[in-house]
């Protein structure tokens, strides 16, 4: 099981370094209640144990300041994507990982809403946290159904939302309790805000965007909101491809989406298409495969029966130079297939200095996060995100459902 090296818990964050209207959990009297607390403990499983224990941890915090005030804890949660009940993905084994991690007694409820579940929030020890069974268990938590939003809310007294991972989406589990009891940010989600907004209100200069991951298309409209903002746009990963294709450039067998180079040649050619810096060098490799023959070869010189999985040593240079004199970072996706040995130097190479730089940076999305945790230099960044999605949404500039459901429970 990977765990966290730094355990060091997120601090509350004041309500002044909050989007307005945003109210924490100082905002709200817990005194007598039983709080309801929907954590992001989507985390890997492997074997039916816990893989990487990271968002646990992270939720630690909130859970333990909730717990220290409430009568009752009640902690909620989703995991994968389950078509209906899915033993493979119960929370049991999450329950015994934030018990091993928090010292107290947590209680598995046999569901997720209905006459049990409140059974066991009332059986339960004193001090013991109540983890309900899978959200997404339940047809309507994805459709935020009126219904299973009224069982939810009917379980508590009122709600923390810091499951920073799902804000982007309107579920039963986030909007539709908020919509139905007193509710607040918890640390976890308020330290993310305050994330965020530090990156779209600094006027901190240089500010580098590095971009990478498979699909172009899944990032699309957060680089077209960040590009006119930015001084330099890094771009790596399998996404760099369609764009090196754009440019013109011989790819080889290399991920391309074909169907949007039309689209990706519009924003090189762009008014702002001077700030896309794209690799000089990639190494290829012969099938894709970790045992893989790899070589390093100019954009130019990719065979056509070369793959590219990784940027080169030479683009490595060139974004380092330009991360190590930034003021401001954002990180989302690897560089290359960095779960391989041959195909890592290049995420690795980044990760060092996104580390490095001296200025504000905040590295976000699942790959990445993974990529930079792997390889030890979590605790050298700003911050480290919890939410891939979320974090993108609000480069975007789009509202955030569960978000603006707490900002509309504040009155």
Same mark, same amino acid.
């Given at each position: 099981?990977?765990?966290?090296?730094?355990?060091?818990?997120?601090?509350?964050?004041?309500?002044?370094?909050?989007?307005?209207?945003?109210?924490?959990?100082?905002?709200?009297?817990?005194?007598?209640?039983?709080?309801?607390?929907?954590?992001?403990?989507?985390?890997?499983?492997?074997?039916?144990?816990?893989?990487?224990?990271?968002?646990?941890?992270?939720?630690?915090?909130?859970?333990?300041?909730?717990?220290?005030?409430?009568?009752?804890?009640?902690?909620?949660?989703?995991?994968?994507?389950?078509?209906?009940?899915?033993?493979?993905?119960?929370?049991?084994?999450?329950?015994?990982?934030?018990?091993?991690?928090?010292?107290?007694?947590?209680?598995?409820?046999?569901?997720?809403?209905?006459?049990?579940?409140?059974?066991?929030?009332?059986?339960?020890?004193?001090?013991?946290?109540?983890?309900?069974?899978?959200?997404?268990?339940?047809?309507?938590?994805?459709?935020?159904?009126?219904?299973?939003?009224?069982?939810?809310?009917?379980?508590?007294?009122?709600?923390?939302?810091?499951?920073?991972?799902?804000?982007?989406?309107?579920?039963?589990?986030?909007?539709?309790?908020?919509?139905?009891?007193?509710?607040?940010?918890?640390? $976890?989600? %308020? /330290?993310?805000? =305050?994330?965020? !907004?530090? *990156?779209? @209100?600094? &006027?901190?200069?240089?500010? +580098?965007?590095?971009?990478?991951?498979?699909?172009?298309?899944?990032?699309?409209?957060?680089?077209?909101?960040?590009?006119?903002?930015?001084?330099?746009?890094?771009?790596?990963?399998?996404?760099?491809?369609?764009? $090196?294709? %754009? /440019?013109?450039? =011989?790819?080889? !067998?290399? *991920?391309? @989406?074909? &169907?949007?180079?039309?689209? +990706?040649?519009?924003?090189?050619?762009?008014?702002?298409?001077?700030?896309?810096?794209?690799?000089?060098?990639?190494?290829?490799?012969?099938?894709?495969?970790?045992?893989?023959?790899?070589?390093?070869?100019?954009?130019?010189?990719?065979?056509?029966?070369?793959?590219?999985?990784?940027?080169?040593?030479?683009?490595?240079?060139?974004?380092?130079?330009?991360?190590?004199?930034?003021?401001?970072?954002?990180?989302?996706?690897?560089?290359?297939?960095?779960?391989?040995?041959?195909?890592?130097?290049?995420?690795?190479?980044?990760?060092?200095?996104?580390?490095?730089?001296?200025?504000?940076?905040?590295?976000?999305?699942?790959?990445?996060?993974?990529?930079?945790?792997?390889?030890?230099?979590?605790?050298?960044?700003?911050?480290?995100?919890?939410?891939?999605?979320?974090?993108?949404?609000?480069?975007?500039?789009?509202?955030?459902?569960?978000?603006?459901?707490?900002?509309?429970?504040?009155?």
């Amino acid at each position: 099981m990977t765990t966290s090296g730094d355990t060091r818990l997120v601090s509350s964050i004041s309500v002044a370094n909050l989007p307005d209207g945003i109210p924490t959990l100082d905002s709200l009297e817990f005194a007598g209640k039983t709080a309801l607390v929907r954590a992001d403990l989507n985390v890997p499983l492997v074997d039916g144990e816990v893989a990487d224990d990271y968002r646990i941890v992270t939720s630690l915090p909130t859970i333990d300041a909730v717990q220290g005030r409430a009568d009752r804890v009640v902690v909620m949660s989703h995991l994968g994507r389950p078509d209906g009940v899915d033993p493979e993905l119960s929370l049991a084994p999450v329950a015994e990982r934030l018990s091993e991690l928090s010292g107290l007694e947590v209680v598995l409820a046999p569901g997720v809403v209905g006459s049990e579940v409140a059974r066991s929030i009332e059986d339960a020890p004193e001090r013991a946290i109540v983890l309900l069974e899978n959200t997404r268990f339940e047809a309507g938590e994805t459709k935020n159904d009126p219904a299973l939003a009224d069982a939810l809310a009917a379980l508590g007294d009122c709600f923390v939302n810091d499951a920073f991972g799902t804000a982007h989406r309107s579920h039963a589990s986030n909007v539709g309790i908020a919509e139905r009891l007193p509710s607040v940010a918890g640390s $976890l989600l %308020a /330290a993310e805000l =305050d994330a965020f !907004d530090h *990156l779209l @209100e600094s &006027d901190a200069r240089p500010y +580098v965007v590095v971009m990478g991951g498979a699909k172009i298309s899944d990032k699309l409209p957060v680089i077209e909101q960040l590009l006119p903002t930015v001084d330099l746009m890094l771009i790596g990963g399998g996404m760099c491809f369609t764009l $090196l294709a %754009a /440019a013109g450039y =011989d790819i080889g !067998d290399s *991920l391309v @989406e074909k &169907d949007m180079i039309g689209t +990706v040649r519009g924003l090189l050619e762009g008014p702002h298409g001077d700030r896309i810096v794209l690799p000089d060098d990639i190494v290829v490799a012969d099938r894709f495969a970790a045992d893989a023959t790899a070589d390093n070869v100019p954009v130019n010189g990719i065979p056509g029966d070369g793959i590219g999985l990784d940027i080169g040593p030479r683009t490595v240079e060139r974004f380092g130079t330009a991360l190590r004199a930034a003021e401001e970072v954002f990180w989302n996706g690897p560089m290359g297939v960095f779960e391989w040995d041959k195909f890592r130097a290049g995420t690795e190479g980044v990760a060092a200095a996104v580390a490095a730089s001296p200025g504000y940076t905040v590295v976000g999305g699942g790959d990445s996060v993974a990529a930079i945790r792997m390889l030890g230099f979590e605790t050298e960044v700003s911050h480290v995100s919890t939410g891939g999605g979320a974090g993108l949404k609000m480069l975007e500039g789009a509202p955030l459902p569960g978000v603006e459901a707490l900002r509309r429970s504040a009155g």
